[in-house]
């Protein structure tokens, strides 16, 4: 039995703050290719020296580097109960690699949750925070840019019957009440 899963949803829908919640409560470990990055370039890793320059232009990094850290990541013990995957895959090659991945080794995706949200929502909701990149003009391209990207991901994980959207404009703990019945029907299978 193991609980595979990975979150999908644009900035500002809420996803972090629910992928904490679900560590919490299920006890997963939460892999984002994003905070590995940043990790990397605070400990000065030749794989945080790789991604800098990536990450600093908002660009991806490439995907030989990025599919590399996770199939690593995927590899360690502690995820063969199964894992919460954040931030990965961003594009479809990524999506393919990460199929490989786990179907070397017998594994496979359970559930696929996307968090969606109407733009204005996600809109308000980064403008709240103040941060200093969030201006409108780029927390629009922020989510058109993200947009474009995320909906063939979500896309190529419908046809497999694996996507469950999510409305992540209500509450926190009402979605989580969502997020939390489908994960324990998962288990239950
Ligand atoms: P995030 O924290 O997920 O927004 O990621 C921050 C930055 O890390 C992105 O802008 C990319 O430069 C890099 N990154 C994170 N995840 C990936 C990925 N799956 N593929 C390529 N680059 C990524």
Do not use: C
């Not at 990790?39 to 945080?48: I, K, Y």
């Not at 690593?72 to 999506?95: S, V, Y």
């Amino acid at each position: 039995m193991s609980l595979n899963i990975m979150l999908l949803g644009l900035p500002g829908v809420g996803k972090g703050t629910q992928a904490a919640k679900i560590v919490e409560m299920y006890n997963l470990p939460h892999i984002s290719t994003g905070d590995m990055f940043r990790a990397a370039m605070a400990n000065e890793t030749d794989l945080g020296m790789q991604a800098k320059s990536y990450m600093d232009a908002g660009n991806l990094v490439p995907d030989e580097v990025t599919n590399g850290i996770v199939a690593e990541r995927l590899a360690e013990e502690d995820t063969k109960p199964g894992f919460i995957l954040d931030g990965f895959p961003r594009n479809l090659e990524q999506a393919k690699a990460l199929e490989d991945m786990l179907s070397k080794e017998g594994r496979s995706l359970d559930a696929v949750l996307y968090f969606t949200a109407d733009m204005q929502v996600l809109v308000d909701r980064m403008m709240a925070r103040g941060r200093a990149d969030d201006t409108p003009e780029v927390i629009q391209n922020r989510l058109d840019v993200n947009g474009k990207l995320t909906e063939p991901i979500a896309e190529f994980y419908d046809e497999k019957g694996l996507l469950n959207k999510i409305d992540g404009s209500r509450e926190l703990d009402v979605v989580f009440a969502d997020v939390k019945k489908l994960l324990d029907s998962l288990k239950n299978d």
